[in-house]
């Protein structure tokens, strides 16, 4: 196992763990201001395709351990820029997630995806995919997710 993913899932523990053992729902002013921040990448740069304002949300120096999208914050932007396809931002989320947890730095948020079964493509199955991030100093500094290495484009 990496160290980063270990790391990530020492993270994972530790934020899990902290937000059992105090009352969930009960956040800091920084914590809820953490979040606020967090949830403008997860809902408004990515699901609303926003892009524009991840220089405002995302850190330039932005570590990124999904090993599909480039590190750093212009690494994001040639990542999403191509793919976002802005929409009018709503207040509520295009794919709720289905839980959300923060903890000091750290937001957690797990989404509940559905798939075309490999095994059969006329069947989909249910599986949970998450994504965390790190804010510091009013940006989001880190990300990690569930993301594997994509094949080459046009290849397998």
Same mark, same amino acid.
């Given at each position: 196992?990496?160290?980063?993913?270990?790391?990530?899932?020492?993270?994972?523990?530790?934020?899990?763990?902290?937000?059992?053992?105090?009352?969930?729902?009960?956040?800091?002013?920084?914590?809820?201001?953490?979040?606020?921040?967090?949830?403008?990448?997860?809902?408004?740069?990515?699901?609303?395709?926003?892009?524009?304002?991840?220089?405002?949300?995302?850190?330039?120096?932005?570590?990124?351990? +999904?090993?599909?999208?480039?590190?750093?914050?212009?690494?994001?932007?040639?990542?999403?820029?191509?793919?976002?396809?802005?929409?009018?931002?709503?207040?509520?989320?295009?794919?709720?997630?289905?839980?959300?947890?923060?903890?000091?730095?750290?937001?957690?948020?797990?989404?509940?995806?559905?798939?075309?079964?490999?095994?059969?493509?006329?069947?989909?199955?249910?599986? +949970?995919?998450?994504?965390?991030?790190?804010?510091?100093?009013?940006?989001?500094?880190?990300?990690?997710?569930?993301?594997?290495?994509?094949?080459?484009?046009?290849?397998?």
């Amino acid at each position: 196992m990496k160290l980063s993913t270990k790391l990530m899932a020492a993270s994972v523990a530790t934020l899990v763990g902290a937000m059992l053992a105090q009352n969930v729902g009960k956040l800091s002013p920084q914590e809820q201001k953490n979040q606020d921040v967090a949830t403008k990448e997860m809902k408004d740069i990515l699901q609303y395709g926003h892009i524009e304002l991840a220089e405002q949300y995302i850190a330039p120096i932005y570590i990124q351990h +999904n090993p599909n999208v480039p590190t750093g914050r212009d690494g994001f932007l040639k990542f999403f820029g191509p793919r976002a396809k802005p929409e009018p931002i709503k207040d509520e989320w295009k794919n709720k997630p289905a839980l959300i947890l923060t903890s000091g730095d750290l937001v957690f948020y797990l989404f509940d995806r559905t798939a075309k079964d490999p095994a059969d493509p006329s069947k989909t199955y249910n599986y +949970n995919w998450f994504d965390m991030v790190r804010v510091d100093n009013g940006q989001i500094q880190e990300h990690w997710d569930t993301a594997k290495k994509a094949p080459p484009q046009g290849g397998r």
